[in-house]
């Protein structure tokens, strides 16, 4: 069992709050009120608990960043002593709304969130991951046709492998993790994102994933 903080609670943290406590870890979710979660929809999910992003940022093990992107590196670089020596999983995609609400330009063009974290918090490990794809997807990749894939991007091995064994909980098979290297690959990952928009107004939001056939 692993301690693991998730950063925000919205859709994409709740949802993996919830498989990562049904594989059995136990989950601090970061809220603005933990005193008033009686509402929320894990609230009486047994291995997870509440508590500020603070506090959960520095009494978990793994923290996962799923907050708004284009407001991450501010809400995580305010919370570089607490990250210090922890691995961070940030999932976020870090865009400026288009006119629909949807994804629009990037607000690291020719960079990445995941760089710009890893340069604010120097004592954290950073991996990038599950951020090409709709949330649904990060916590129940079996239910595609098509096998998607989760890349991972990161500066460190040991952390890569870490957040590795952690998908698996969330069941991806090892076929479906695309190591791509260095955490500056993350640059490339966080541009599929564009794409994203396109395929929605065509589509409607259906499931689906940016994968690697061979």
């Known amino acids: 069992m692993t301690s693991i903080g998730i950063l925000g609670a919205g859709r994409v943290g709740t949802a993996l709050a919830r498989r990562l406590a049904a594989a059995g870890h136990h989950v601090t979710l970061g809220v603005r009120n933990p005193q008033d979660t009686a509402a929320h929809p894990v609230g009486s999910v047994p291995r997870i608990t509440f508590a500020d992003q603070r506090t959960t940022a520095r009494t978990t093990d793994i923290v996962i960043n799923a907050t708004p992107g284009d407001s991450s590196l501010e809400r995580l670089a305010d919370l570089r002593a607490e990250l210090s020596g922890k691995i961070l999983v940030d999932v976020s995609n ?71 064994g952690l ?47 061979r």
């Open 94 to 164: 870090a865009t400026r709304d288009a006119e629909d609400g949807l994804p629009g330009d990037l607000c690291h063009p020719g960079g990445s969130l995941a760089e710009k974290l890893q340069a604010a918090l120097p004592d954290t490990r950073v991996v990038k991951t599950l951020n090409t794809m709709l949330f649904m997807v990060m916590t129940a990749p079996e239910t595609l046709a098509v096998p998607p894939t989760a890349y991972l991007s990161g500066d460190d091995e040991s952390a890569k492998n870490t957040i590795a």
């Open 167 to 213: 998908l698996a909980d969330l069941g991806w098979q090892p076929a479906w993790i695309e190591d791509l290297g260095g955490i500056t690959t993350a640059r490339a990952t966080e541009a599929l994102i564009l794409l994203v928009p396109h395929v929605l107004r065509r589509n409607g939001f259906r499931p689906f994933a940016v994968s690697l056939a």
